[in-house]
């Protein structure tokens, strides 16, 4: 059973950076695409970011391309999310989700998610 915990949320100003961090618990971790998804107040979840197994292709929501950074250690099971350039529409709960071995941006494909953290960016 796979398991995704997300830690580094918080309060900051517009600007300021934040790197997000995704614990991934359950069997071969470095077969899978890890993946962030964000929802805003009164909104619905969107992608954010992909990375594929090895960590050698992303992909990101043209929102957030070039501000946002995906990463991903495969010998700690770990992915991340590394945000600069924060601005008030960024405030959203963020979820990190895995589930595909491909490559994909489509919230249904992804089966697998994490509880989520709050990133809330003041103006």
């Known amino acids: 059973q796979i398991q995704l915990v997300e830690s580094g949320g918080g309060l900051v100003q517009t600007g300021d950076s934040l790197r997000l961090s995704c614990a991934f618990s359950?069997?071969?971790?470095?077969?899978?695409?890890m993946a962030w998804f964000r929802q805003g107040p009164g909104k619905e979840r969107e992608f954010v970011a992909a990375?594929?197994?090895?960590?050698?292709?992303?992909h990101y929501a043209d929102s957030v391309k070039g501000r946002f950074t995906i990463s991903r250690d495969n010998l700690k099971d770990m992915a991340h999310l590394q945000m600069s350039s924060l601005k008030p529409e960024d405030t959203a709960v963020y979820f990190c989700?895995?589930?595909?071995?491909?490559?994909?941006?489509?919230?249904?494909?992804?089966?697998?998610w994490g509880q989520g953290t709050q990133v809330t960016v003041s103006s």
């Open positions: 359950g069997p071969a971790f470095s077969n899978y695409v």
């Open positions: 990375i594929n197994w090895s960590g050698e292709i992303t």
């Open positions: 989700a895995t589930g595909p071995r491909r490559l994909i941006a489509t919230l249904e494909a992804y089966n697998y």
